[in-house]
């Protein structure tokens, strides 16, 4: 039996600590004493030594000194603010009036929404909840089928696992030793493809089956000009000219090949800000150019976009850091809420004690998985690990498959926090030295990450749809008229074609891995082969003159002859150095 144990001390680990994560155990607390356990099993044994130990303290000395981990708080606060400031409500009823009268219009402005709430909170919870109070009311009272009002609220909540400031991103970027803002850079496109194919997919269902996504009632729109218009020409010349202005001003700041995400934000600013410009001038001059909902959309939009280029705008071009990048956020955040004037002290608070539980609940599972960590290596887990994977065959793809498959089922009984903790320190160090870029790693099981959030039965985002949602029969506040109630299996039915959705995106990833490693395109091409050392000849200790890198000496040609403006050997200027 205890050669057994000594042989398979690695496996039998990382099984009890499955074991007991399935039974119910907190993450951080399983995982810390998984590894006090096992050490003093292999200690009690002679398998690893007592000193094992002592390297504990600085390990949990450099999770708390480590900075990067900042950028938790920060953006944790600054989704929290928002979230409660109203900006959500605010986007919401704009952009479902703006897209209502198109069927599955709903739809697309939840998504979108979601994905600027994903851009600026980072936080899962508050962007499904929010909009599943705002947003599932609305598409229940004009008919809109409960599998798909449900399933979108809750994929549009889980782009905040992907879209910057992801604090998913920040995690793995730590636990794979890489740049946070590199991570950014990387999630960056990944993030808003996927957001584009769930907007395909409201369209297709709208499309193939109208009465699933209706559009909103003519009598339900509520920015009508006097002429009886919507004034949507008004806000495409405005989006136009705003364009136009974009084009140039990018030209003029940016480098001719920009990159990818620079150029992205850099033109969102220059777009929102001609455009909020215009429509200031039409404003306080009166001009009258601009309809009622061009008005509004610049408005309700211009602050939140504003609000992610000083978070991402300043992290992609290298002007702050990650951490610095969140502060500026939580000071914006702060701004918008004063201006708003729903900032009070009650909100302050809720928003500093739910920050400050989160961010507990991150530290405490790193210095868990810090401890579990220390043993698993004591006992050679990480060779293990290696030698199980390496073998696998279709190297480097087949390497990528068979973690995305395995993140993927792991997905169904941990969330994301459990998986980047625990999986992620263990294949990280295996795919670097198969030459695996692991910023693309890191994007790769993000995307794959989500389908955490979307699992039945133990989706984080249904549990939090679900505790907003209906759950008896009532009577709408607007129309009078009966509403059935919302049941766990329409939202558990409802979010599986979003994970269909989700696992064509891993596929886009792992086929097309530039869509990630563009965040290195202007860093030069360094082939470790070619890169060879000369230090030159050092007289009096080899054939060649002191300091002279053609390998012949100062007083000695190419061809033997002596240099004419030499008159001491090389030995003799060595020897006069010292005298």
């Known amino acids: 039996m205890e050669a057994i144990l000594l042989a398979y001390m690695a496996p039998i680990m990382f099984i009890s600590l499955v074991v007991l994560l399935l039974l119910g155990f907190p993450v951080a607390f399983s995982l810390a004493a998984n590894g006090i356990l096992f050490g003093l099993i292999g200690i009690e044994m002679g398998l690893l030594s007592p000193a094992l130990f002592q390297a504990l303290p600085q390990r949990v000395f450099g999770i708390m000194s480590n900075e990067s981990l900042l950028a938790v708080p920060f953006f944790t606060f600054m989704g929290l603010i928002l979230e409660r400031s109203g900006m959500a409500e605010d986007l919401l009823e704009t952009v479902g009036q703006l897209f209502g009268p198109l069927r599955g219009g709903l739809a697309i402005a939840v998504i979108l929404v979601g994905a600027m709430l994903a851009a600026t909170t980072g936080v899962v919870s508050a962007s499904v909840i929010s909009m599943g109070l705002i947003s599932l009311p609305i598409m229940l009272r004009y008919g809109y089928d409960r599998r798909l009002a449900t399933g979108v609220i809750a994929a549009s909540g889980t782009l905040s696992q992907i879209i910057p400031p992801s604090l998913v991103l920040i995690v793995l970027a730590d636990q794979l030793g890489r740049s946070i803002g590199d991570m950014y850079k990387g999630a960056f496109l990944p993030g808003f493809a996927l957001t584009g194919l769930y907007i395909l997919y409201v369209v297709a269902i709208a499309i193939i089956r109208p009465k699933a996504a209706p559009a909103i009632p003519p009598e339900a729109r509520t920015f009508i000009e006097p002429s009886g218009g919507h004034g949507i020409p008004s806000l495409l010349a405005l989006m136009a000219v705003s364009v136009v202005v974009a084009h140039f ?3 003029y700041l940016l480098p001719e090949s920009p990159h990818v995400d620079e150029l992205i934000v850099t033109s969102i600013l220059l777009w929102g800000g001609a455009a909020f410009v215009l429509a200031l001038l039409n404003k306080t001059l009166r ?15 211009i602050p939140p976009l504003a609000l992610i280029f000083l978070v991402l ?7 702050a850091t990650p951490t610095e990048g969140g502060a500026m956020g939580a000071v914006g955040a702060l701004i918008m809420a004063i201006s708003k004037r729903r900032l009070n002290f009650k909100l302050l608070c809720q928003a500093m004690d739910t920050t400050t539980t989160l961010t507990c609940f991150v530290v405490f599972i790193l210095i868990g998985s810090s401890v579990f960590s220390l043993t698993f290596r004591g006992v050679n887990g990480d060779l293990w690990v290696e030698h199980l994977l390496t073998g696998l065959p279709g190297g480097e793809m087949g390497f990528l498959i068979v973690i995305s ?11 994301f926090f459990e998986l980047a903790f625990i999986i992620v320190p263990l294949i990280g160090p295996v795919a670097d030295k198969m030459g695996i870029d692991l910023i693309w790693l890191g994007v790769l099981l993000a995307v794959n990450m989500q389908t955490s959030f979307m699992h039945p039965p133990f989706g984080f985002a249904l549990f939090y749809l679900r505790s907003v949602a209906p759950k008896d029969d009532y009577k709408d506040k607007i129309t009078g008229q009966p509403v059935a109630k919302v049941t766990t299996g329409q939202i558990y039915w409802g979010s599986i074609p979003f994970i269909i959705i989700q696992i064509v995106m891993v596929v886009v990833v792992l086929s097309y891995p530039g869509i990630v490693t563009h965040y290195k395109a202007d860093r030069p091409e360094v082939n470790i082969e070619d890169i060879k050392i000369d230090m030159g000849g050092f007289a009096g200790y080899g054939d060649a003159g002191y300091g002279n890198t053609d390998g012949y000496g100062p007083t000695e040609g190419a061809d033997g002859a002596a240099a004419p ?3 001491t050997s090389s030995d003799e200027d060595y020897n006069n150095m010292f005298k």
């Open 249 to 251: 001003g990018v030209g």
């Open 313 to 319: 705008g300043t992290i992609f071009i290298g002007v």
């Open 565 to 567: 403006d030499s008159s």
């Open 405 to 415: 498959l395995l993140t993927f089922f792991l997905a169904f009984f941990l969330d």
């Open 287 to 301: 001009l009258g150019l601009l309809s009622k909902i061009a008005e509004r959309v610049t408005f309700v939009m």
